[in-house]
Nanobody, 128 residues
Framework: QVQLVESGGGSVQAGGSLRLSCAASGRWLSRYTLGWFRQAPGKERECVAAIRTSGGNTWYEDSVKGRFSISRDNAKNTFYLQMNSLKPEDTATYYC?????????????????????WGQGTQVTVSS
């Protein structure tokens, strides 16, 4: 069983930055594909970034390319989402997720059903 605990959400003005962290219990995070999803009110949950086991492969949703950066520190069992140049449309609850199939799965993994473990969610609010 893997538990994911997010932190780092909050309220910022447009143009500001936040860094979300996702700390994992257990020893095998380095083997998992990791993703960040977000869900705005009235919208479906969408994947905004994903990173493969070694960190060498990353994927970003078009609206966040160049502004968000996903990274992982396998030694700390933690991964991150650095969010810069935030916009009001980035306002959502953000979730981290882990796919235990790791390199056995294709990449990127973009659907909720592709992920096995989820964090509790952290709210990001961007005001104009």
């Amino acid at each position: 069983q893997v538990q994911l605990v997010e932190s780092g959400g909050g309220s910022v003005q447009a143009g500001g930055s936040l860094r979300l962290s996702c700390a994992a219990s257990g020893r095998w995070l380095s083997r998992y594909t990791l993703g960040w999803f977000r869900q705005a009110p009235g919208k479906e949950r969408e994947c905004v970034a994903a990173i493969r086991t070694s960190g060498g492969n990353t994927w970003y949703e078009d609206s966040v390319k160049g502004r968000f950066s996903i990274s992982r520190d396998n030694a700390k069992n933690t991964f991150y989402l650095q969010m810069n140049s935030l916009k009001p449309e980035d306002t959502a609850t953000y979730y981290c997720a882990a796919d235990i199939r790791g390199i056995l799965s294709s990449f990127p993994r973009l659907d909720e059903g592709d992920y096995d473990y989820w964090g509790q969610g952290t709210q990001v609010t961007v005001s104009s």
